[in-house]
């Protein structure tokens, strides 16, 4: 029995990164899949690590070989999920979480279905925007446009299987823990799992 993939998607300043960190952090058979780019290397950053840091022919190679879930262009650079990387975690049995935007998860569920997706909210605007200020990294005209990014992006929420409300981090966390147990939890994995178990138990 595999891992399973999970997308995690969230507007700018909704905590999705504190939360998904603490969830890993939490329970070691979760991992975050790491990312491929074309970017610079920024200080402090490791390859393989913050992201697979490769040259535009590389990961135009990459997307020839068709081994990207799904891959978008920033600005002046290009990022991806690697199909490969995700299915190797996914043999070990490692639940994934592809911490992506709506369009990345739209890819992804054209090639795995089978996805669960969640889709975290913060619990208003005004809270959205005093998460962002309080970030005192950014210009005013900067947040007004990560808002306007932020309502574009929630608009999608119903496209996701579950949703989470980051109003209380505690509360949100226990809510997005429950989610990956509930799912450990079905019929075919428990089955999978005890099959020894169950047949020692249902023997004539």
Do not use: C
Not at 121 to 133: C, D, G, I, Y
């Amino acid at each position: 029995m595999s891992g399973s993939l999970y997308i995690v998607s969230a507007p700018s300043g909704a905590g999705k990164t504190s939360l998904v960190s603490k969830l890993i952090e939490q329970d070691s058979r979760i991992v975050v899949s790491v990312s491929s780019t074309t970017r610079d290397i920024r200080p402090g950053e490791k390859n393989g690590v913050n992201y697979h840091f490769l040259s535009v022919e590389a990961f135009n190679e990459k997307i020839a070989e068709g081994d990207f879930l799904e891959h978008a262009q920033v600005f002046d650079n290009f990022y991806g999920t690697s199909k490969s990387a995700v299915e190797e975690q996914l043999k070990a049995r490692k639940d994934v979480i592809l911490e992506i935007d709506w369009q990345g998860a739209q890819q992804v569920r054209k090639l795995m279905p089978e996805a669960i997706s969640i889709f975290i909210l913060p619990p208003s605007r005004e809270e959205l925007r005093k998460r962002l200020n309080n970030r005192g990294t950014d210009s005013e005209e900067i947040i007004e446009r990560r808002m306007r990014d932020a309502i574009s992006e929630m608009s999608h929420y119903d496209e996701f299987d579950y949703i989470v409300v980051n109003n209380n981090f505690e509360i949100a966390l226990n809510k997005l823990q429950s989610i990956f147990t509930a799912n450990r939890l079905t019929k075919v994995k428990q089955a999978s799992i005890h099959k020894n178990m169950i047949d020692a138990l249902l023997e004539k």
